[in-house]
Each structure stands twice: as C-alpha cells, then as structure tokens.
C-alpha cells in the first residue's frame, strides 16, 4: 500500500476550529530517474476537503531544477505527452496524476536524494509540501518510514 509520507498545508481562506486540511496528497509513487535521462515521474492522489476549487499553477521540488505538469493523450493511436498549465481540483474532489494521463514530470536532478520534496502553489499560495521516497526497485510501491 502506498501511503503519504509528510504533509504540510497552509489553509486557504477561513476556517473555523479544528479543520482538516484543505488539500491532501495520498498514493504518492515518484520514480527514480531513468539512466541517462535525468527525469522522473510523479503520480499522486490530491483531495480538496474545501468549499472552493484549488488550481494548482504551480509545482516546485529542491531536488529537480524544473517540475512540470504533465498529461499523456492519445491521438491518432499515438501516446502524446503535453505540458498543462494548471490542475484545477474542485471542491470535495479528488484528482489522481497516474501513468497515462495527468502527471509530474521532475527534470534534471540537482543531485542524489533518496526522498524528494513537492510543494504545491496555487497562484502564491503555498497549499501542500509532502516528502516522499524515491521508488527505486521497478514496482508501484512506496514503503513508509
């Protein structure tokens, strides 16, 4: 079972009392890079336990000079990779980044880490930091700590 690691989240807007947070990261499975290629992947669930829509503009890690967002289409019976600008998670709803579809993209190592560290923007607001294991054998599987 894959399981989240560390969450921080920083509530946007008010709220009252003791809230659970607004964004929440699950199933988190980021890949080591292939040989040679300097790139990853990341693969994630991200619940919004708000009252309003979180658009995620932006996605940053201090292990990987650039973290784009990713999603994979298929056109004319070939698998197509384009960046997307924004992850718009409604209220209540969960969104799933996964293989062969909307995805992090982690390029260009900026050296060697055995857990990588994601934080999540909307506009400037920092909504979620979650640190995770890097999976290192080739199976879906994250074992926590």
Do not use: W
């Amino acid at each position: 079972m894959r399981i989240l690691i560390v969450f921080l989240s920083i509530l946007l807007g008010s709220c009252g009392g003791a809230a659970q947070s607004p964004l929440v990261a699950s199933e988190i499975v980021v890949t080591a890079p292939m040989p040679g290629s300097g790139m990853s992947a990341a693969y994630l669930n991200l619940k919004n336990n708000s009252r309003q829509t979180i658009s995620i503009s932006r996605v940053t890690s201090p292990q990987f000079a650039s973290v784009q967002l990713h999603e994979t289409t298929i056109e004319d019976g070939i698998a197509r990779m384009r960046a997307v600008p924004e992850l718009a998670i409604p209220a209540g709803k969960t969104v799933t980044l996964q293989r062969g579809g909307k995805h992090l993209m982690l390029m260009r190592p900026t050296g060697s880490a055995a857990t990588v560290s994601l934080q999540f923007f909307d506009n400037d607001a920092l909504v979620l930091s979650v640190e995770t294991a890097i999976e290192t054998s080739g199976k879906d599987k994250l074992d926590g700590r």
